[in-house]
């Protein structure tokens, strides 16, 4: 059963601080519950903030850390190295920073070719998290961000890996997106079978796209961030006041 929240806050770094906040809850109740938390890392510029809150001081929390495994929602075709690669971000904003175990964190390998980066990071799934066949891995949290074409993690409006059944997938990039080059994304059914999903959004630009993606859920055919819907748990969408300017006043 899913239970969907939104809440608007008045600038981005409060929805940071609240990102953060969430962050340490849901971990503390799965390395209660299970010993270990599961999260995937969103790209963009708008998580950065979050995470390099989560590796100052104040959540130096070293036992939460310890028992930490940190995976991608998507990345870029490129070197680890690239500026324009998630991991690199996460690395240079949270993970050098956090004490997190290096065997701990799994990156999806975007300088490998396209269909042998699906395959190794869907065999590290079923490997991390005992999948059986046709099983689907729950992450504690996923983290996801909004373009302003709707899209979410790497899925895009019209690219065959939005309807992809397979855990991972493969992904094209519409013509209009930069830099242009291909991604490795987590799919809409491992998208849905999280516990948590928390999306992050701010800044005016979004607005457009979190009113249709929110209107979406009740469209016949909705945005990629719009189909976002955790099959049984908890969907959060975190907006400055910014990206909530053209959602219907809450009653």
Known sequence: MLSSQIAVFPDAPAVAGEAARRWVEVARDAIAARGVFTVALAGGSTPETLYRLLAGPAYADAAMWARTQIFFGDERCVSPDDPHSNYRLAREALLDHAPIP??????????????????????????EFALSPGDLPRF??????????????????????????????????????????????????????????????????????????LAG???????????VRPTNGVLAWLLDADAASLLPPAR
Request: glycine share 8%; net charge negative; no cysteine.
């Open 102 to 127: 290096t065997a701990h964190i799994f990156r999806m390998r975007g300088e490998l070719p396209g269909p042998e980066a699906v395959a190794d990071y869907a065999e590290t799934l079923h490997r």
């Open 140 to 213: 504690d949290l996923i983290l996801l961000g909004i373009g302003t074409d709707g899209h979410t993690a790497s899925l895009f409006p019209t690219m065959p890996a939005l309807e992809a059944e397979a855990l991972v997938a493969y992904s094209a990039v519409p013509s209009y997106v930069n830099p242009n080059v291909a991604r490795i994304t987590l799919t809409l059914p491992t998208l849905n079978a999280a516990a948590h999903v928390l999306f992050q959004v701010t800044g005016a630009g979004k607005a457009p796209a979190v009113r249709d993606a």
């Open 217 to 227: 859920h009740a469209a016949a055919d909705p945005s990629p961030a719009g189909r």
